[in-house]
């Protein structure tokens, strides 16, 4: 078909209408949950502790979490543990003991866990754990250390490597996994005070980390007979990680997931992850679905059970999901921006009235942004946005163009009276980057950004809007990074530690450099591996013998004195000053290490030598 200027006319003109009667639906059918920052009315409640909050955020969560925690036999010889923590537990009979789906976030989680199944379920060893993910593989080690056995722990093949590398955070690159660290003390509230008005909600972050590698992995479909107890595994299908397994039990028709949540999905994390991809979400629901389950146990969400109940649940779930893809890419195919799908693309009345399609975890105007990045990456197509000027420059020339910082001042203030915070958080940002000392301008932000965090209808948004705030007041300080102590990590591989160093170099103190380091560490069998600095690249060296060019510095310690310095619980000069180190010249090593960022004394932020 040969197209004309006519032709052309008419597409974009039956384009522009269905935009225009898409826009004029949502006020009856599309719900638009950003208004709660632009002036509605919110109905504003607390937590025990005294933590502000949206009363809907409260609402949300009683419909698919129970008020208190209870343990109910689903089936025989099948136990779900549910709302004793974050992540709920089942427990399975076997002839001769006892089979947990999941072990917890933490060694103390585990603990009590155990003492629940002695008292309310059986006195049966717990042989068995296996991992439903990554995020509740923390616990195992209490399990193992208790009934002073053999563990079997079944899991994913990726669960393992993934909690070397980022700790099960799900990092898409594991250099950045001290930083996805950080920002989840900001997701969970960790920063935030016990009580008070801007006190932290619940949250999941566990305490004494316990992790038992997995030693039996399994595959999509694999059978496998644990203690007289017939189970079918499913790997292929993930949610919010890539290391989920799905497990069915044939005797009594009952599956255990981590698919269906107490809440809409939350496809995007704020700490940052891999992607989340909805299509392999739904592609999990779909599998649970065909499985047409008497009972359904949750990660997250309270059992069910009917199968009429069960697949009524599931479709709505399935289509909550599959809308909002399938809409983000109408949206993307009708030419709107990333900034334009978080307002256009909302989930409609008749599935956001399903329980489990409630936003009080994370909010759904991320998710279409997240999805147009992962299809197109960042240039949200509007070519003026290709080279904008730096961020502090055109800060500036904002605030000028509104007449200078008191003018902003002032138009912060009215703008707060009129409710319109989302505009006022925007405003004050540009404000203090441009005057970062001026306690009122920081008090201005700090004002907008609580208020979004009292009235968001999300668990997430809230512990960051809050977090910030009480930053901006000086009350806290928010870390850039966060790493795991070195007892946790010690298993990990370490050349691992030995190539992620080399992201630490300054190219401003390195320029011109050219000097190799090897480094020996002595209880490892592996080969001698280094670090060649060639001006503003360090170049990883797996083997110094097989590499081009021999060093001129060595360096030869031990794995855990290694490990300390990777995390900061060593400084250089501790690291270099221990017996058990041995250089070929202390103070060029010194200096070579010297081109490096250093952890400052807190471990949370890096020093540059360059503006040290």
């Known amino acids: 078909m040969k197209l004309n200027a006519s032709t052309i006319s008419i597409k974009t003109f039956l384009i522009t209408a269905s935009i225009s009667a898409t826009t004029v639906a949502s006020d009856d059918i599309f719900p638009n949950h950003q208004n709660i920052y632009n002036g509605s009315e919110v109905n504003l409640i607390k937590y025990d502790n005294g933590g502000v909050v949206n009363s809907i955020v409260i609402d949300s969560i009683a419909k698919t979490q129970p008020e208190e925690a209870y343990i109910k036999q689903v089936a025989d010889g099948v136990w779900a543990l549910t709302g004793f923590h974050w992540g709920y537990k089942t427990v399975i009979e076997g002839d001769t003991g006892l089979i947990i789906y999941d072990s917890g976030d933490d060694i103390e989680e585990a603990r009590e866990i155990i003492e629940l199944v002695r008292e309310h379920i059986s006195d049966k060893p717990i042989h068995t754990v296996i991992y439903s993910h990554s995020h509740y593989a923390f616990g195992s080690k209490a399990l193992q250390d208790v009934y002073d056995g053999e563990l079997t722990v079944i899991g994913h093949p990726k669960v393992n490597s993934n909690i070397l590398e980022s700790g099960g955070l799900g990092s898409s690159i594991p250099e950045l996994s001290p930083t996805l660290t950080a920002r989840a003390y900001q997701q969970f509230s960790v920063l935030l005070p016990e009580s008070g008005a801007d006190a932290k909600a619940p949250n999941p972050v566990g305490k004494t980390k316990g992790f038992t590698p997995v030693n039996t992995p399994v595959t999509n479909g694999e059978v496998m007979t644990i203690d007289g107890v017939e189970m079918v595994f499913y790997t292929d299908f993930d949610s919010d990680t890539d290391d989920q397994v799905i497990v069915y039990l044939p005797e009594s028709n009952t599956v255990l997931n981590n698919h269906l949540w107490p809440t809409y999905p939350n496809f995007y994390t704020l700490r940052g992850s891999i992607y989340r991809d909805p299509t392999h979400w739904a592609e999990g629901i779909q599998l649970l679905r065909s499985l047409n389950p008497e009972h359904l146990i949750n990660t997250h969400a309270e059992p069910l059970s009917g199968q009429e109940n069960i697949q009524t649940v599931l479709n709505g779930y399935y289509d909550g ?178 190539n992620q160093f080399r992201v630490r170099l300054d190219p401003k103190a390195s320029y011109g450099k050219n000097q190799m380091l090897a480094i020996n560490i002595t209880d490892s069998d592996g080969p001698t591996s280094g670090l060649h600095v060639r001006s503003t690249v360090a170049e990883f060296v797996p083997n110094v013998a097989a590499y081009t060019q021999q060093p001129n510095l060595e360096l030869s310690l031990p794995k855990h004195v290694w490990v300390q310095y990777f995390v900061g619980e060593l400084d250089l000069d501790e690291m270099l000053d221990s017996s058990n180190v041995v250089t070929n010249n202390k103070n060029d090593v010194r200096e070579f290490f010297g081109l490096f960022d250093q952890l400052n004394e807190s471990r949370t932020h890096f020093v540059s030598p360059s503006q040290s």
Not at 327 to 347: A, K, N
Not at 425 to 433: C, F, I, K, P, S
Request: charged letters at 25%; aromatic letters at 12%.
């Open 321 to 498: 999901i599959m809308y909002l893809y399938d809409q983000t890419l109408r949206g993307i195919l009708l030419g709107q921006t990333p900034e334009e799908l978080s307002y256009s693309v909302q989930l409609p009345k008749d599935l956001a009235e399903f329980p489990h399609n409630q936003m009080s975890y994370g909010e759904f105007a991320y998710y279409p942004k997240s999805i147009y990045q992962h299809a197109l990456g960042w240039f949200n197509g509007e070519v003026e946005t290709l080279n904008t000027i730096e961020p502090s420059l055109q800060a500036q020339k904002i605030i000028e163009g509104f007449g200078g910082v008191d003018a902003v001042k002032k138009e912060l203030v009215k703008t707060l009276e009129n409710k319109e915070f989302a505009w006022s958080a925007e405003l004050g940002g540009y404000l203090v980057r441009v005057a970062p000392n001026d306690k009122e301008a920081k008090q201005l932000l700090a004002n907008a950004l609580r208020e979004m965090g009292y009235r968001t209808e999300a668990t997430i948004p809230r512990s960051w809007y809050l977090t910030k705030a009480l930053a901006l007041e000086g009350k806290l300080e928010i870390p850039t990074v966060v790493f795991s102590d070195a007892d946790s990590i010690i298993d990990t591989p370490s050349e691992t530690f030995i």
